[in-house]
């Protein structure tokens, strides 16, 4: 069972960012469309970027007890692609949502100081 560690940790930390997501409406519940287009396009970039390592020799699957073992392609496990999405969705979290409390960040300490002026 140990084999599903990783990608059983992937998909919950995944489904955490879902329900940030959710709560805060940052991505897919703000612009579900731009949102998968830019995760699939990170996803397809990164993939890119793997083939590229793994044909050259830099990038190899090692061996683990926690991976399942899986692989899409040589040297390309299951959980690479799983693994992608985690980076790029996180990424789109992180940059909307540090966007949003820079903002009210701003509009707080700008309230501040008209009531200073007063």
Known sequence: ???????????????????????????????PLAGALTVATGVAFFLLWDAAGIVTG??????????????LAPELPLEEPVFLVFLCYLTLVLVLGGERVLASRGRRTAAAEREERR
């Open 1 to 31: 069972m140990t084999a599903f560690a990783y990608l059983a940790g992937l998909l919950v930390v995944i489904g955490c960012m879902v329900l940030i997501d959710a709560r805060w409406r940052l991505v897919f519940w703000r612009a």
């Open 58 to 71: 830099v990038f190899f699957r090692g061996t683990s007890e926690i991976v399942t073992g899986i692989e």
